[in-house]
RNA sequence: GCGCCGUUAGCUCAAUUGGCAGAGCAAGUGACUCUUAAUCACUAGGUUGUAGGUUCGAUUCCUACACGGCGCACCA
């Protein structure tokens, strides 16, 4: 921002320096409200009569000046509601204050509520008291009511600034704020869900000596003191899982994971990860409170009136789809049991790219996402995933090839993934060093070896049904938001 | 990383073939005691993303760069 205060920004510190010259503070303390505006509204009196005084406080989103009268508009979190001055009623003084006021400003005003000859509900001022003078203009558009939807003009469109200046957009968008209200109640129905069977909600360590539980590249910081690198998390997986080692059977975090992967639509490189851990349960189990847990999402986001209808139905038991009959089908023959050139030459077949350079499992997962996954609409599990692609899940019951693994897929887009936890310490050590070979033949998303959560699960683990949900995709997939941007807060972007 | 598109007033957008950079909102002054995209009159507001180049003349054409959007690649 240029230091030079364009003539608006000027304006506005001349009415400051006036007010605060009038002995009145531009900047107060608090304000005693006793109505948000929907409350307000819910006042209105039937006739013409005044109704009831309230004590409103928000910020001035629109202004209409009428000589000896002004009608303006306050806007909080709960709406926005008409507020009527008269000189003759407020007095000289008071309504002179109303001179130094801008759209933006922060006020507080009290006075009854009435229904103007329109049928308005308004509050009709005793008095104003500013609460905060603002200095810059908020690019807020004027609102009119076509046939009962409100169309906005103007506003703030530009995406990088709404993001950017989060704060503006919140500010001038009501259903931006909507959006973010949406998605807190989702992390709380979420919680209330899982605290209700009993789980605790713990807190595992971002900064990681090793990083594991996914595959991905990792943020790397350094410990001065300590001299030691190290890595921001991946997954909270392994950790919680030394928590179910250790007894706590019932475990869940909701915190951020970071990967170094470049940013698009459904990717910034912090962000929010649900996972959740129970004893003595497998996957099957976790399916069902997967769709229980989703079920409770969609009905808390749809408690947000902009919201909700764009929520979709959901009407669990999702399907179960088997990954390999899956990809078999779409691709008329068994992929498991081509040979090695067989599955490449279909792979390129169906444009999978840079094939030569692929693993073997990297080309049936490459394979599954081109013609399974991306074509998924309606919630979906996927079920029994090959062993190689899942160095963390249970082999399946009789066939060892596969794991006990489930990805649950809507829209074309991964929305869990869970298994039956591996608590077999030889074979998770076996599987780990294959991981590390994978690494040294150049992979960088191979994990190593983690002999301290080997160790952990030599004590014993028990058997454990473990679910991984991201939670900005899920609130896109409730909110039907096309770009993870916009259901983060701040999300990662470059320097102004 | 690659391709395409974009960047003009605080906000939303114009600007003909390369010929004086414009409008609406917001702002200022004035009028107006039930308006609601209030209305009316007047006023002010610009280093056209940055740096170069071509040209008598560049918002416009060319090059590079910055930032962004979309697509691709990457990313269970």
Same mark, same amino acid.
């Given at each position: 921002? /240029?230091?030079?205060?364009?003539?608006?920004?000027?304006?506005?510190?001349?009415?400051?320096?006036?007010?605060?010259?009038?002995?009145?503070?531009?900047? +107060?303390?608090?304000?005693?409200?006793?109505?948000?505006?929907?409350?307000?509204?819910?006042?209105?009196?039937?006739?013409?009569?005044?109704?009831?005084?309230?004590?409103? +406080?928000?910020?001035?989103?629109?202004?209409?000046?009428?000589?000896?009268?002004?009608?303006?508009?306050?806007?909080?979190?709960?709406?926005?509601?008409?507020?009527?001055?008269?000189?003759?009623?407020?007095?000289?003084? +008071?309504?002179?204050?109303?001179?130094?006021?801008?759209?933006?400003?922060?006020?507080?005003?009290? &006075?009854?509520?009435?229904?103007?000859?329109?049928?308005?509900?308004?509050?009709?001022?005793?008095?104003?008291?500013?609460?905060?003078?603002?200095?810059?203009?908020?690019?807020?558009?004027?609102?009119?009511?076509?046939?009962?939807?409100?169309?906005?003009?103007?506003?703030?469109?530009? /995406?990088?600034?709404? /993001?950017?200046?989060?704060?503006?957009?919140? +500010?001038?968008?009501?259903?931006?704020?909507?959006?973010?209200?949406?998605?807190?109640?989702?992390?709380?129905?979420?919680?209330?869900?899982?605290? &209700?069977?009993?789980?605790?909600?713990? !807190?595992?360590?971002?900064?990681? #000596?090793?990083?594991?539980?996914?595959?991905?590249?990792?943020?790397?910081?350094?410990?001065?003191?300590?001299?030691?690198?190290?890595?921001?998390? $991946?997954?909270? !997986?392994?950790?919680?899982?030394?928590? $179910?080692?250790?007894?706590?059977?019932?475990?869940?975090?909701? &915190?951020?994971?970071?990967?170094?992967?470049?940013?698009?639509?459904?990717?910034?490189?912090?962000?929010?990860?649900?996972?959740?851990?129970?004893?003595?349960?497998?996957?099957?189990?976790?399916?069902?409170?997967?769709?229980?847990?989703? %079920?409770?999402?969609?009905?808390?986001?749809?408690?947000? #009136?902009?919201?909700?209808?764009?929520?979709?139905?959901?009407?669990?038991?999702?399907?179960?789809?088997?990954?390999?009959?899956?990809?078999?089908?779409?691709?008329?023959?068994?992929?498991?049991?081509?040979?090695?050139?067989?599955?490449? !030459?279909?792979?390129?077949?169906?444009?999978?790219?840079?094939?030569?350079?692929?693993?073997?499992?990297?080309?049936?997962?490459?394979?599954?996402?081109? %013609?399974?996954? /991306?074509?998924?609409?309606?919630?979906?599990?996927?079920?029994?995933?090959?062993?190689?692609?899942?160095?963390?899940?249970?082999?399946?019951?009789?066939?060892?090839?596969?794991?006990?693994?489930?990805? %649950?897929?809507?829209?074309?887009?991964?929305?869990?993934?869970?298994?039956?936890?591996?608590?077999?310490?030889?074979?998770?050590?076996?599987?780990?060093?294959?991981?590390?070979?994978?690494?040294?033949?150049?992979?960088?998303?191979?994990?190593?070896?983690?002999?301290?959560?080997?160790?952990?699960?030599?004590?014993?683990? #028990?058997?454990?049904?473990?679910?991984? $949900?991201?939670?900005?995709?899920?609130?896109?997939?409730?909110?039907?938001?096309?770009?993870?941007?916009?259901?983060? %807060?701040?999300?990662?972007?470059?320097?102004?």
């Amino acid at each position: 921002m /240029s230091d030079d205060l364009n003539f608006v920004e000027r304006a506005r510190r001349e009415k400051l320096a006036a007010i605060e010259a009038q002995g009145v503070t531009p900047f +107060a303390y608090s304000f005693e409200r006793t109505h948000t505006a929907a409350e307000a509204l819910a006042l209105a009196p039937a006739g013409s009569d005044e109704g009831a005084s309230v004590r409103v +406080a928000g910020r001035l989103v629109a202004w209409r000046g009428h000589g000896k009268t002004i009608f303006a508009h306050l806007a909080d979190l709960s709406g926005r509601i008409q507020l009527y001055f008269r000189r003759d009623h407020m007095g000289e003084a +008071a309504f002179a204050l109303l001179e130094q006021l801008d759209i933006g400003d922060l006020v507080g005003v009290a &006075g009854p509520v009435f229904r103007t000859r329109t049928g308005e509900i308004t509050v009709k001022a005793d008095e104003v008291t500013l609460l905060a003078k603002s200095l810059r203009p908020l690019p807020l558009g004027k609102e009119e009511v076509v046939d009962g939807q409100t169309v906005r003009h103007g506003a703030l469109e530009d /995406s990088e600034q709404r /993001s950017r200046q989060r704060y503006a957009d919140l +500010a001038v968008h009501p259903e931006a704020r909507a959006l973010f209200v949406a998605r807190s109640r989702l992390v709380s129905a979420i919680r209330t869900y899982l605290d &209700g069977l009993g789980y605790l909600e713990v !807190e595992t360590p971002v900064l990681q #000596p090793l990083y594991g539980g996914a595959a991905a590249k990792p943020f790397t910081t350094t410990h001065n003191a300590l001299d030691m690198q190290l890595y921001l998390r $991946i997954a909270d !997986e392994l950790y919680l899982k030394r928590l $179910i080692v250790g007894g706590m059977e019932r475990v869940y975090e909701i &915190g951020h994971d970071f990967r170094n992967e470049g940013i698009d639509r459904t990717h910034n490189p912090e962000f929010t990860m649900l996972e959740f851990y129970e004893a003595y349960a497998d996957y099957t189990t976790m399916m069902s409170r997967v769709e229980a847990l989703l %079920l409770r999402a969609a009905e808390a986001v749809r408690s947000v #009136p902009e919201v909700a209808p764009r929520v979709p139905e959901l009407k669990p038991p999702f399907p179960r789809i088997s990954w390999a009959d899956s990809l078999n089908r779409a691709l008329g023959a068994d992929a498991m049991a081509m040979g090695d050139a067989e599955l490449r !030459e279909a792979a390129r077949r169906i444009g999978v790219e840079r094939v030569e350079s692929l693993s073997r499992p990297k080309v049936l997962d490459e394979m599954f996402q081109a %013609l399974v996954e /991306s074509k998924i609409d309606s919630p979906t599990f996927v079920i029994d995933y090959p062993v190689e692609l899942s160095p963390l899940a249970k082999p399946k019951r009789g066939n060892p090839a596969m794991t006990e693994r489930f990805e %649950l897929f809507a829209r074309g887009k991964e929305l869990a993934n869970a298994f039956s936890e591996l608590n077999d310490p030889i074979d998770q050590r076996a599987r780990f060093e294959a991981q590390a070979r994978l690494r040294a033949a150049g992979d960088e998303e191979a994990s190593g070896v983690d002999e301290d959560y080997l160790r952990a699960m030599e004590y014993g683990m #028990p058997p454990t049904g473990g679910v991984g $949900i991201g939670i900005d995709r899920l609130v896109m997939y409730l909110t039907e938001t096309a770009n993870i941007r916009d259901v983060i %807060l701040f999300p990662t972007l470059r320097p102004e």
